[in-house]
């Protein structure tokens, strides 16, 4: 069983800062994709990345993946009160379209 | 909006029940994904339909069933529901189901068993 492990579980920091949450697993992802989710919603895609130690930004959000493809990482830079949410990564591999999502990071950003 | 439509929001019943969630895709996606989101497991794949046939399956109880119909909507169908099936059920929908692709999540139906 492919298990994804985020950390922190919970993050609550002042605006402006910056953070960064950690997806970590033992196995080998094909993919690897990060969603911001909501309360009352469903989880939304922010950024997917499939070759190792590729870094892809989006804003103020960078997103790497470890060259093992084992693992990957989202910065958030000057924090804001939006970025508030639960981030989940979740890890797929080719001809199996099941993903597997990591234990989630609860952030809150004070203003 | 994701395209994607769930009813009911929210659902409350007893011990023992058997309820159905309902799943319309986004217009043209072929593939439908069921979800469970509980405070203790997180977010656990169920279940994929692509055009009316299973293709993949996770970790779905036997009490748990689903189906695509023609109209490619979908239904989860839980019964003789115990406390521990509380959660939030989500249906997810992509144009041809591949591993690539990116999966549109519904707003979620709240299940409260008592």
């Known amino acids: 069983t492919q298990l994804l492990e985020q950390s922190p579980q919970f993050l609550s920091i002042q605006e402006g800062e910056n953070l960064t949450v950690y997806c970590n697993s033992s196995?080998?992802?094909?993919?690897l994709q990060w969603y911001r989710q909501e309360p009352g919603e469903g989880p939304v895609l922010l950024v997917t990345?499939?070759?190792?130690?590729e870094v892809k930004k989006l804003k103020r959000l960078t997103f790497q993946f470890g060259d093992a493809r084992k693992d990957s990482s989202l910065h958030i830079t000057a924090a804001q009160p939006g970025d508030t949410g639960l981030y989940l990564c979740?890890?797929?591999?080719?001809?199996?379209?099941?993903?597997?999502f990591g234990t989630g990071t609860r952030l809150t950003i004070i203003p | 909006d994701s395209g994607v439509t769930q009813t009911p929001k929210h659902l409350i019943t007893a011990t023992g029940q058997r309820v159905t969630l309902r799943c319309s895709p986004r217009s043209g996606d072929l593939s439908v994904y069921w979800y469970q989101q509980s405070l203790d497991q997180g977010l656990q794949f169920l279940i994929q339909y692509y055009n009316g046939e299973e293709r993949a399956k996770g970790n779905i109880l036997e009490r748990f069933s689903a189906q695509q119909f023609p109209d490619l909507h979908s239904e989860l169908n839980l019964s003789s529901l115990e406390l521990g099936d509380s959660a939030l059920y989500f249906c997810?929908?992509?144009?041809?189901?591949?591993?690539?692709?990116?999966?549109?999540f519904g707003p979620g139906t709240r299940l409260l068993v008592l």
């Open positions: 997810a929908s992509s144009p041809r189901g591949g591993s690539w692709e990116t999966q549109y």
């Open positions: 196995s080998v992802f094909s993919s």
């Open positions: 990345v499939v070759t190792g130690g």
């Open positions: 979740a890890g797929s591999n080719f001809g199996n379209e099941k993903l597997t």
